[in-house]
């Protein structure tokens, strides 16, 4: 009897086990999008503006005027508790050397400057004005690979301005190079947000996938980290026929599988990753409290963003206090013991760029709005994350990006991974903090795409 009684139980355990298992592979269907929808001011009017305008940066005198009046008719700000760096939040003493250099030290013109090296454009876009970037190569004789550069917040395309020049300069041994498109995502940098609540990267990605279009590549690669890899992971996953080829700097699966797969790992640690890595999510008892301390930002954003964006849209030294603690972690996250916090890790002048930008065009609100779309607000976000993307794909991992996951875990949604490297140094903003790095592995990724669709023809 208690021979039958265990059967039944074996069986009934290894039918949940398969149904379980079934359930989490299930691929739902690929919901319907309107690929127009109109995210402008009003309804959409009878003839678009396709127009594509030339644009240049200007920090004009007023705004700078401004900002340097506001920095310098700050309030005291309260000084860190006795023997405290960075455990609390920026460390106020460091912030006041930074915001002395901004306002006496930091070259407003001459910085824009810099930026104008490039040419730089804008177009509507489903009623919104996208500004972005697009550099070409100078070759003759070289195969030129479109590429897409997406970044995620607090950036802009001036993430990208060191590897731009990277990826369109010929490199030895590659018979390609790139030409490259850099946008700034809708409501971020000196592109346009939106007044209607539900654009989440889904969305993003359809818009970005339109900007191609507007320039006439109906077929392109896509580099891109943070939030700009999440909308080209969408972007990967809706239209698989016309992304070549995807390369991020923040690969991540968020089918729920994978993270059933995060939590049985953790009972056998060396056995899920390669036990070099193994630390940079388990034991996952640290790597949450991890993301508990650095995660308070998240969680604001993602449901209450227009909230603390009252303070950092009123307050320069409030808006560099929030942005330099999360840019800094992310360079590096074992610094809090410092009074920088790891934002040395980055060029001052990067970070002070990120920064000016966001306050001249006023964006901080728009932006943080993105972590409340694509989290808590839609669930075809969900829906689209659990579809698997067939397109070639190349991971590369830096020792301090936020999150970590194991080849066989990208797998369950980059089904295609041709490539995944990963390094004991850098970190989230690898555009900054490591651009060269950066670079050299896209060019390499470039080859496993062109391998991927049997057209690599320097094979010596
Ligand atoms: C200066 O720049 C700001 C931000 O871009 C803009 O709102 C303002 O109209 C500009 N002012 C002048 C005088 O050009």
């Known amino acids: 009897m208690l021979k039958v009684l265990s059967s039944v139980v074996a069986v009934v355990a290894i039918g949940t086990g398969l149904v379980i298992t079934y359930l989490l592979h299930k691929v739902p269907e690929k919901p319907h999008f309107d690929l127009e929808k109109w995210w402008g001011i009003g309804s959409k009017p ?26 310098k008719n700050r309030r005291p700000l309260t000084k860190p508790l006795e023997g405290i760096q960075s455990e609390y939040g920026t460390n106020t003493v460091y912030l006041e050397t930074i915001l002395e250099y901004w306002t006496d030290k930091y070259d407003f013109k001459g910085r824009a400057t810099l930026l104008n090296r490039f040419p730089h454009y804008k177009t509507r876009i489903q009623g919104l004005d996208i500004h972005f970037i697009k550099m070409q190569p100078q070759t003759k004789d070289l195969k030129v690979l479109p590429l897409l550069m997406l970044h995620g917040w607090p950036s802009s395309s001036k993430e990208f301005d060191k590897v731009i020049t990277m990826l369109t300069t010929p490199k030895e041994g590659y018979d390609f190079v790139f030409e490259v498109v850099a946008a700034d995502l809708p409501g971020f940098g000196f592109s346009e947000g939106t007044n209607k609540p539900g654009l989440n990267p889904v969305q993003i990605g359809i818009i970005m996938r339109n900007l191609m279009r507007r320039l006439g590549y109906e077929k392109f690669y896509i580099q891109a980290g943070d939030w700009g890899s999440q909308c080209a992971t969408h972007m990967a996953t809706i239209f698989p026929n016309e992304v070549l080829g995807f390369h991020t700097n923040m690969p991540l699966s968020s089918r729920t599988i994978s993270t059933v797969k995060l939590l049985v790992g953790s009972l056998f640690p060396t056995l899920a990753v390669d036990p070099k890595y193994a630390d940079r999510i388990y034991p996952l008892k640290k790597f949450f409290s991890y993301i508990m301390r650095e995660s308070g930002y ?7 963003p227009d909230t603390i964006g009252v303070a950092l849209t009123d307050s320069p030294s409030g808006l560099a206090s929030y942005v330099i603690e999360k840019m800094a972690i992310s360079s590096n996250r074992d610094q809090l013991n410092t009074p920088h916090g790891g934002i040395e890790n980055l060029n001052l002048d990067d970070v002070l760029d990120t920064i000016t930008i966001i306050w001249v065009n006023n964006c901080i609100v728009t932006s943080s709005r993105i972590y ?14 659990n579809i698997p993307s067939l397109v070639p794909t190349a991971a590369i991992n830096f020792k301090h990006e936020v999150l970590y996951q194991p080849d066989w875990i990208l797998r369950d949604k980059f089904q295609n991974l041709v490539r995944s490297t990963a390094l004991d140094i850098g970190g989230h903003f690898a555009g900054l903090q490591t651009p060269q790095m950066l670079a050299d592995d896209v060019f390499e990724s470039g080859v496993a795409f062109l391998k991927f669709h049997g057209v690599y023809s320097n094979e010596s």
């Open 46 to 71: 009878r003839e678009e503006d396709v127009a594509i305008r030339n644009f240049h940066i200007n920090f004009n005198d007023t705004i700078i005027q401004d900002l340097k009046q506001r920095i």
């Open 298 to 304: 998240f969680h604001i954003q993602a449901t209450k």
């Open 372 to 385: 409340a779309e694509g989290t808590t607000k839609d669930p075809e976000v969900w829906t689209v994350h």
